[in-house]
């Protein structure tokens, strides 16, 4: 079946490691988005990429990289330099056709907290 | 003053009760997405409107452009819709602006 995989579901980093985090979707879309989710707040946009080779910034991208090497794959680095990186990272994925207005496909979660 | 606001925020409901949930936004929109999060975390998109209404199964969601208002109601409500709903809007670029979510439980 279609869809998107997040893995691990659970991760847990040292003070001063950085970790990756993986994206994987075989629905053949083009976009693909990083989100941060803290307890009782909306989710926040991290990065999004609309095509394989590029990638935007999104509304709290500091501490945090990626990479769209292939069309499948977005994985995201949360790095040292992200002080406060307990938190639920929820990657979706879209077409980009019809005037942009696609659903976004989301996969189950990575639960990140330090050790 | 967030971008996208929800209300209630929590809500508690019988097995059989109309539920209804509000999203008010700011903005404007190009379309308007009700989004369900289980306990384990992963969503589920429910719908994606830019005017008027749909339907599917026991949910309806409505959306009036010019209030930027938009409701999600369920009927019959179940135990296993128990979830929280996100209201999520698309203004310029594809980026959504996400609501802080309608945690709903329903009892048997």
């Known amino acids: 079946d279609g869809g998107i995989t997040q893995s691990p579901k659970y991760l847990f980093r040292k003070e001063g490691q950085n970790v990756t985090l993986s994206c994987e979707q075989n629905l053949n879309h083009d976009a693909m988005y990083w989100y941060r989710q803290d307890p009782g707040q909306g989710l926040r946009l991290i990065y999004y990429?609309?095509?394989?080779?590029?990638?935007q910034k999104g509304d709290i991208a500091e501490g945090y990289s990626v990479s769209r090497e292939k069309k499948e794959s977005f994985p995201l680095t949360v790095t040292s330099a992200q002080k406060n990186p307990t938190a639920f990272y929820l990657c979706?994925?879209?077409?980009?056709?019809?005037?942009?207005?696609?659903?976004?496909?989301f996969g189950d979660g990575t639960r990140l907290s330090i050790l | 003053k967030n971008e996208v606001e929800q209300s209630p925020q929590n809500l508690t409901a019988q097995e059989g009760e109309f539920i209804t949930i509000n999203c008010s936004y700011s903005v404007g929109i190009s379309a308007l997405h009700w989004l369900q999060q289980h306990p384990g975390g992963g969503i589920v998109s429910l719908f994606m409107?830019?005017?008027g209404k749909k339907k599917h199964g026991r949910l309806i969601a409505t959306i009036n452009i010019q209030e930027k208002h938009s409701s999600l109601h369920i009927t019959a409500s179940h135990p296993r819709d128990s979830a929280v709903y996100i209201c999520?809007?698309?203004?310029?670029?594809?980026?959504?602006?996400f609501g802080g979510g309608t945690r709903v439980l329903v009892k048997p």
């Open positions: 979706a994925s879209s077409g980009t056709g019809g005037g942009g207005n696609q659903p976004q496909h």
């Open positions: 990429s609309q095509i394989v080779n590029d990638f």
């Open positions: 999520a809007v698309k203004a310029a670029g594809n980026k959504l602006t």
């Open positions: 409107l830019s005017s």
